[in-house]
């Protein structure tokens, strides 16, 4: 019986290990899986003749194609030669075959987004995502209050809607008639024929809540959606440049850094689509993110999706780049038997946390230091496992325009809340720009 796709990294492993010496006389060695899943052998093409001319290296392709079955190719066709490693990668993310130094894996996918890739912090203002492995946590009303009480406080908030399959920020922090003409999926489009400044002042407005800062709203559509299926078809193009192929989500980093330009925000806060897909893994991982929010609830569904995100992280050895800038959100905690559900939730996410991002620390000898581990107790509020609550309030229930909201609910009433996020939120801002904030109102 052919294997399955889990099945085919254990069998290359073992058809690789009688022939570690084959293997020590290339450079480098991938292993490449296609698009449908399918693996070949990638070798250095210096060290082709001398291969081929090798009973050992003959030896190796019969024992590796004929396991492989229908994720195999043929033992004269399962390797290829390439004259340089970045010709293989060209792009993508490669992770090093468990027990094998020198032999990397390189997975083709369909989508050019990639959970493996993670992206430098962007040197603008800082960027929290909102992201959620379930719809329906909340994390939308959340990014409301916090860019509410930051305006309140002082800030300049720029909140993204890029949950471009379903958007909603538009209606709930803009009245109809403040809604702008275009919206992100617009600019996405535009761009691909070089038409992106055209609607780039016209994709933002101001939500009109009277405060010390201000919010500035990019919707994922402006107050006609028009052709929306249309466009949203398209927004993942890559584009094609005199210097090849830009993937979407480098585009999108280039719209938030043209944003941040031009209208000077003390923070962005980017509303991610829930789930593990394209969209998500851009604004996880792509946006150089200073913070990411994984609102979270103790139910099994969230902490599977969250186990195999963080088994990807830890597989392909990006975990220590990005483990840094998580942080647990407990998502609309019941009030009833609060410090119960609490702990549970801090106990489940710090079990995450342990099995997949912190370190394992060794037991210490004489003269040993620890310090470069990157591990917490369960009750260190410091580590990114402690949940930042938000509590669940009636008050809340049945708001579906924040817009008319604002200024209307009791601030202890937000505090009790939404607290804990939004002095997170605050404390990353001052860290961030090292001084009070500034507000410019010319200009929109």
């Known amino acids: 019986m052919s294997p399955t796709f889990d099945q085919i990294l254990g069998i290359v492993q073992q058809a690789l290990t009688p022939y570690s010496a084959v293997l020590a006389t290339a450079e480098w060695w991938f292993i490449n899986r296609d698009l449908f899943g399918r693996v070949r052998l990638i070798a250095p093409a210096a060290q082709q003749a001398a291969l081929e001319a090798s009973e050992a290296f003959r030896a190796l392709t019969r024992d590796l194609s004929e396991p492989l079955g229908a994720h195999g190719y043929p033992a004269d066709v399962i390797v290829l030669f390439e004259d340089e490693p970045e010709t293989v990668l060209d792009g993508t993310t490669a992770f090093e075959l468990d027990g094998f130094p020198g032999v990397r894996v390189v997975d083709r996918l369909a989508s050019e987004s990639d959970w493996g890739h993670v992206a430098e912090v962007s040197t603008g203002p800082p960027r929290i995502v909102f992201h959620g492995i379930k719809g329906g946590v909340g994390r939308s009303t959340a990014i409301a209050v916090t860019a509410a009480v930051l305006a309140e406080r002082g800030h300049r908030v720029i909140v993204v809607d890029l949950d471009l399959a379903s958007p909603g920020l538009s209606s709930t922090l803009l009245p109809i008639a403040r809604r702008p003409k275009h919206g992100v999926v617009d600019w996405l489009v535009e761009d691909l024929v070089d038409n992106g400044d055209v609607v780039l002042d016209s994709m933002v407005t101001r939500s009109g809540f009277e405060s010390a800062g201000e919010i500035i ?85 969230t902490w599977e999706g969250y186990r195999i995100l963080f088994d990807h992280w830890r597989r392909t050895g990006s975990v220590t780049c990005i483990r840094e800038r998580l942080q647990c959100v407990g998502a609309a905690m019941p009030s009833v038997d609060e410090a119960r559900d609490f702990l549970a939730l801090r106990e489940m996410s710090w079990s995450l946390f342990v099995e997949g991002v912190y370190d394992e620390i060794p037991v210490p000898s004489e003269g040993s230091q620890d310090d470069d581990f990157f591990s917490y107790d369960v009750g260190d509020r410091l580590g990114p496992h402690f949940p930042w609550q938000v509590r669940w309030d009636r008050a809340f229930l049945n708001i579906a325009a924040w817009h008319e909201a604002f200024g209307v609910l009791d601030g202890k009433v937000i505090d009790a809340s939404f607290g804990p996020v939004i002095d997170g939120i605050s404390a990353l801002i001052v860290e961030h720009h090292s001084g009070a904030p500034t507000i410019d109102k010319e200009g929109l």
């Not at 249309?230 to 280039?254: D, F, H, S």
Request: proline share 7%.
């Open 217 to 301: 709203v990019v919707p994922a559509h402006g107050d006609s959606p028009g052709e929306y299926l249309a466009k949203l078809g398209r927004v993942w193009m890559p584009k094609l440049t005199p210097t090849g192929r830009e993937k979407w989500a480098r585009r999108l980093n280039r719209m938030l850094g043209a944003l941040e330009t031009r209208w000077r925000p003390d923070v962005v806060l980017v509303d991610s689509r829930s789930g593990i897909d394209d969209i998500s893994a851009a604004c996880v991982t792509e946006l150089g993110a200073l913070r990411v929010l994984m609102f979270t609830t103790d139910a099994p569904q």
